[in-house]
């Protein structure tokens, strides 16, 4: 009697005695080792019973993490402010920071058992890029800019040589994986964060707005979520809503041309950081941006106003720009959280990491700085960066790029500039060629 074959159960077709299901390659059985045996695990713990824990063990743990999460919530910004205050290094030291824990926690989401490969070598290459990346980005400050473009491609070019020396044969997929995750977050994490950087030393306020705008529009976003949300925003984060992400949108507006005005009135926080040792007691002192000044902006005569009749406002042109941070950091950073959501449901994990008791990673709250942070570095050289050169800058490039013939024509350009414009005597310009005739002579 022929038995009946099971439900569910399907067996590979086979043509002239040979299986036509696809063959994996030695990589491949090797890449799917680890893979099956955490299936096993996996199906271990699906088998075992499920605990039932008692509802007022629940309330007690959701307690401790709410009492730990209040406690480094209000450490995080008293720390935050006392790096603000105290000064430009050590808002880059918290930078710098940041995108090291970052960088760690998100690389090694996807660092699978590199021990048990026997590819120890991984990790370190992982640190190595990292320290010759930020070399990289940074050591422009420091070093004159040949050295600038040689030395760090001469320290990156030994890690690339070093990997491609340790491929191994049977794990090519995972090392060449790693290498492309960790210069992807290289990208994401360091590069932004060398931007957020630059924001500082162009002034405090380049840097603390765009965080703020950040920080408020996800708590407004919260608020009004839970007050009147009803229509969900997207599917990677179900708590999301619509009418919370626009209510949000229009009070972040609000927060920002509020601390715009407030800020604008400190040069501590509107001057570059031409002193690095200075604070929030000695200050900075520097010509204003243009558009920190007050315009007063009047409207044309219109026909539904009575005649010679005008409305006029004084304001700072910032806080026109601060409408535009505002919804940005309203409209398009959030996504950068949303990017992350999906990053963390990939590798099924609910946090990047526990660097942060009660808040997860450093990385879950950073995920929507970084985008931010860029965009400001952006925006503000585009639209607002009000470059002036110095005398003294103009000497040292007069004397170090241009020949002694150069320069003197410099000077008579200059000077024929200066009698056109009334401010020397016209004759000056050929008195100077008959001084420097006759100072050829002697």
Request: aromatic share 16%; glycine share 6%.
């Amino acid at each position: 009697m022929t038995g009946r074959l099971r439900r569910g159960v399907k067996f590979p077709y086979k043509h002239n005695g040979q299986s036509e299901a696809r063959r994996g390659s030695f990589s491949e059985a090797s890449e799917e080792g680890s893979s099956r045996a955490d299936a096993i695990e996996s199906l271990d713990e699906l088998s075992k019973p499920a605990k039932v824990e008692d509802p007022k063990t629940e309330y007690e743990k959701k307690k401790a993490n709410f009492i730990t999460r209040t406690f480094w919530t209000f450490i995080m910004i008293g720390g935050f402010f006392a790096a603000l205050f105290m000064g430009h290094v050590y808002v880059l030291a918290i930078i710098t920071a940041v995108q090291i824990v970052s960088f760690k926690e998100v690389i090694s989401i996807s660092n699978l058992s590199s021990k048990a490969r026997d590819l120890r070598s991984t990790k370190s290459l992982n640190w190595y890029w990292l320290a010759t990346t930020m070399y990289f980005l940074y050591g422009e400050s420091v070093i004159y800019y040949l050295k600038h473009i040689v030395l760090p491609y001469s320290t990156d070019s030994p890690g690339f040589v070093f990997f491609v020396g340790s491929l191994k044969a049977g794990h090519l997929k995972f090392q060449f994986s790693q290498f492309a995750w960790t210069h992807m977050a290289l990208f994401l994490i360091v590069v932004q964060a060398h931007f957020i950087m630059n924001n500082v030393l162009e002034g405090l306020i380049w840097f603390f707005l765009p965080a703020a705008l950040v920080i408020t529009n996800d708590i407004f976003a919260y608020i009004c979520g839970i007050t009147f949300g009803r229509t969900q925003l997207i599917k990677l984060s179900p708590k999301k809503t619509v009418e919370g992400f626009v209510g949000a949108w229009i009070m972040t507006i609000l927060f920002g041309i509020v601390l715009t005005n407030l800020l604008l009135r400190s040069k501590y926080f509107i001057c570059p950081a031409t002193n690095l040792g200075a604070n929030i007691f000695t200050g900075l002192e520097c010509e204003p941006n243009p558009v920190f000044i007050p315009r007063t902006y009047t409207t044309p005569e219109l026909f539904f106003l009575p005649p010679n009749y005008s409305i006029s406002v004084t304001i700072a042109p910032m806080q026109f720009h601060a409408f535009f941070w505002a919804s940005f950091a309203s409209l398009i950073a959030p996504f950068g959280g949303f990017f992350a959501s999906g990053l963390k449901r990939t590798f099924k994990i609910k946090d990047f990491g526990d660097s942060i008791p009660g808040h997860g990673g450093m990385t879950d709250r950073m995920d929507c700085q970084f985008i931010m942070g860029l965009f400001a570095y952006i925006y503000y050289h585009t639209f607002i960066a009000f470059k002036r050169s110095s005398v003294s800058h103009v000497m040292e490039l007069a004397i170090m790029e241009l020949t002694a013939d150069e320069q003197m024509e410099v000077i008579k350009g200059v000077l024929k500039y200066l009698s056109n414009q009334g401010i020397v005597k016209s004759d000056t310009p050929a008195a100077f060629e008959k001084l420097l005739s006759s100072a050829k002579q002697l």
